[in-house]
C-alpha cells in the first residue's frame, strides 16, 4: 500500500538499454540536480512514513516500463560504470521494482494530478 505521504516522480531515459541495465541490477542515477531532488524526496518521505515511486520510461517511447520504489538515498561516490553514457551520470541509489511492464501513456489519461 502507498502511503500519502509518498512522492512519485516520471522518470524518462534517454535510451531503453539503460532501463534494461536498471531492472537487472536494481539501480538507477540521475543528474546532479536530479539525484538531490529526488535523495531530498527520499529523506522526507521515509521520515514521515512514505516512498519515492519512480515511473520509468524512454524519451519517445509513448510508454511507461515499470514502477520502482526507491528503497535508499543517494550514494554520491558510487559510480555505475555500464550506463550507455559512460562517465556522465555520478552517484547512485538502489531500487525495487514493483513491477515491468509497458503501458501506453494513453492508458493514464484519466489520471489527475492534484498539487499541494
Known amino acids: 500500500m502507498i502511503d500519502n505521504n509518498s512522492k512519485f516522480f516520471i522518470i524518462k531515459s534517454f535510451n531503453e538499454e539503460d532501463v534494461h541495465k536498471a531492472i537487472k541490477y536494481s539501480l538507477w542515477s540521475s543528474t546532479k540536480v536530479g539525484n538531490k531532488t529526488l535523495n531530498d524526496a527520499f529523506l522526507e518521505t521515509r521520515e514521515k512514513g512514505g516512498s519515492v515511486i519512480l515511473f520509468f520510461s524512454c524519451n519517445g517511447s509513448g510508454r511507461y ?10 550514494n554520491e561516490k558510487k559510480e555505475f560504470n555500464y550506463w550507455t553514457q559512460d562517465a556522465k551520470w555520478q552517484g547512485l541509489f538502489d531500487i525495487e521494482w514493483i513491477f515491468v511492464k509497458d503501458i501506453p501513456f494513453k492508458c493514464f489519461k484519466m489520471i489527475n494530478i492534484l498539487m499541494k
Open 65 to 74: 516500463i515499470g514502477v520502482a520504489k526507491m528503497i535508499s538515498g543517494v
